[in-house]
């Protein structure tokens, strides 16, 4: 993987993303150390981030490493209209990988195109956002103690919602069931249906969390993308998860959301051990150190 672009969960076969998940766990259990000294990763965020941008900042200075870049595409020379293509070329000179999200899908292709540095993507519009599934296939790993044969349920805004996107292409991988739960106006986009029917995976789709709690093995929740909406629409009440809705579940079931979290999972729900939420986002810095050394190669 060394000086490889992440521009889609796509770009890693399974072999490759086991063995990030395997390094991910190395650095849980063993921090390594300023093995990444010299090196400097460009940050940089056309859109709001808290998990994203701040984890593989973090990741790059815990591994000994350098960060540049800014949080508001404002600041920069897009503001007077420079291209993306052309910022990236020139970013991609003054760094050794580039993160990039950005409002627009195939913004990290572009920026792929642009340079030779090379680009991982932190979420592109509605399209992808591949370490986000990195990290949910770690704490999916952590929680239920395996990957294959699990039932796995996906809730909310399933059109616009990147992290679901990634997600079930890496699925495809591990023989699991899918259930697609949300507003018909919000459904998994046809492409990626296809992409599911054609490697086999079986799924299914439903109007409320009811139908299929007490079949689900994870239960992975989402907001809706109320910034990729003309109108804004109202969560429905089906989408709510709630403790009592909780109790309908497997004992051994688990709740994973990407976050951010809006009204989508009930505050109180955070103190049952269902709830993997937050030690999904903590895993994101070691999962995004594994990239980082992998990329970066050391
Ligand atoms: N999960 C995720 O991408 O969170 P941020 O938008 O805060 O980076």
Do not use: W
Not at 35 to 47: V, W
Not at 84 to 105: F, N, Q, S, W
Not at 211 to 229: P, S
């Amino acid at each position: 993987m060394i000086r490889r672009d992440i521009v889609s969960i796509k770009d890693l076969t399974k072999e490759e993303i086991l063995s990030v998940l395997v390094r991910a766990k190395e650095i849980k259990t063993t921090p390594p150390g300023p093995i990444l000294k010299g090196t400097i990763m460009a940050s940089c965020f056309f859109e709001p981030s808290t998990r994203t941008r701040l984890s593989f900042e973090s990741a790059m200075k815990r591994l000994g490493g350098e960060v540049i870049g800014f949080s508001d595409g404002q600041s920069t020379s897009a503001k007077k209209g420079e291209s993306l293509y052309d910022t990236m070329k020139v970013i991609g000179e003054l760094a050794d990988c580039i993160v990039l999200r950005h409002p627009l899908e195939g913004a990290a292709r572009q920026a792929a195109e642009a340079t030779d540095t090379p680009v991982i993507n932190g979420g592109d519009g509605a399209n992808e956002h591949p370490t986000q599934t990195l990290c949910d296939l770690f704490t999916i790993q952590e929680c239920q103690r395996k990957l294959e044969g699990l039932n796995i349920a996906l809730v909310g805004d399933l059109k616009f919602g990147r992290t679901v996107h990634s997600l079930v292409l890496a699925l495809a991988h591990f023989n699991c069931r899918l259930f697609f739960v949300s507003p018909a106006s919000l459904a998994m986009p046809d492409g990626l249906l296809e992409s599911l029917r054609s490697q086999g995976v079986p799924f299914s789709f439903h109007g409320s969390l009811e139908e299929v709690i007490d079949r689900a093995d994870i239960l992975y929740m989402t907001r809706i993308q109320t910034e990729r909406l003309s109108d804004s629409l109202e969560q429905e009440k089906s989408f709510v998860l709630t403790p009592a809705l909780l109790q309908k579940g497997k004992e051994s079931l688990k709740v994973l959301h990407p976050l951010p979290r809006v009204d989508e999972i009930a505050r109180e729900v955070d103190k049952m051990p269902q709830a993997h939420y937050f030690t999904q986002a903590k895993n994101g810095l070691y999962v995004r150190q594994a990239l980082l050394t992998m990329v970066l190669g050391s």
